[in-house]
């Protein structure tokens, strides 16, 4: 039978616990993101029953049909967002993890500002500086950065970053004490961006070392939920 979530979310809270305490960090300092693509509205019905409040989503279509199912949680967009449904994910998200461009952050603001609010984001930076993968460079982040500066509506709260897929944890441990570095030198004294400290890095293979290197937010899909269905469509 297969274990039921309630049980795996009591794990991964253990091991954040154990994470946070070996790095002197407290639990509390760590958000868990429990990422739910391609699972069904009444799984995740049932990690809010579980305690989860916090939830991460790749694609804004899918998060529609499930925020719904849990009042009063928050809501992070996680994937690739498309300018065409950028209303749509300022008005269902608390936070976009996902902001690549400074075209995007232009057209976060824009909505945020007709719709009245202020969006936190972070900027996903590509660590491995793959074509393929989304995310800025570290060499683009500045621009981006002066550019938010001048923009209404959003708060660059931090930085994300997904590494390539590694069989050990500890191959992210580079990757992810990078991110860390980047983040401080971008938010140090007099950089008018003290408050940028959020660090979203780390999935369920290798969220304790991110823990260990300063996340502040973990976005754990499988260990949560169990291997993934095969997205549709
Ligand atoms: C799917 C996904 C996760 C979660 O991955 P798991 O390995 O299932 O924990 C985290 N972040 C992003 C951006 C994802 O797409």
Redesign the pocket.
């Given at each position: 039978m297969e274990e039921p979530i309630r049980d795996r979310v009591a794990r991964v809270l253990e091991r954040i616990d154990r994470a946070a305490a070996r790095s002197g960090r407290s639990p509390a300092a760590v958000r868990l993101v429990a990422?739910t693509?391609t699972q069904p509205p009444e799984r995740v019905a049932e990690a809010y029953e579980a305690g989860l409040r916090v939830f991460?989503e790749?694609y804004v279509q899918e998060a529609e049909g499930k925020a719904g199912r849990v009042p009063d949680a928050e809501w992070h967009l996680?994937?690739k967002l498309q300018g065409n449904k950028v209303r749509k994910a300022v008005s269902l998200f608390g936070w976009i993890q996902s902001v690549d461009s400074p075209g995007l952050l232009a057209a976060i603001s824009r909505r945020c500002v007709e719709a009245g609010k202020t969006m936190p984001v972070l900027v996903e930076v590509n660590l491995a500086g793959e074509g393929s993968k989304a995310g800025v460079s570290p060499e683009e982040l500045p621009d981006l950065l002066s550019a938010a500066a001048g923009l209404d509506g959003v708060v660059v709260a931090g930085l994300m970053a997904?590494p390539p897929m590694t069989e050990d944890p500890e191959e992210s441990r580079p990757g992810f004490s990078r991110l860390r570095e980047i983040l401080a030198r971008h938010s140090g004294p007099g950089t008018g961006r003290e408050g940028m400290t959020e660090l979203s890095m780390g999935?369920?293979?290798d969220f304790e070392v991110a823990i260990e290197e300063g996340a502040t937010m973990v976005?754990?899909?499988?260990?949560i939920f169990g291997s993934?269905a095969r997205r549709q469509g």
């Open positions: 990422v693509k991460g790749n996680i994937g997904i999935m369920s293979n976005r754990v899909g499988t260990a993934r």
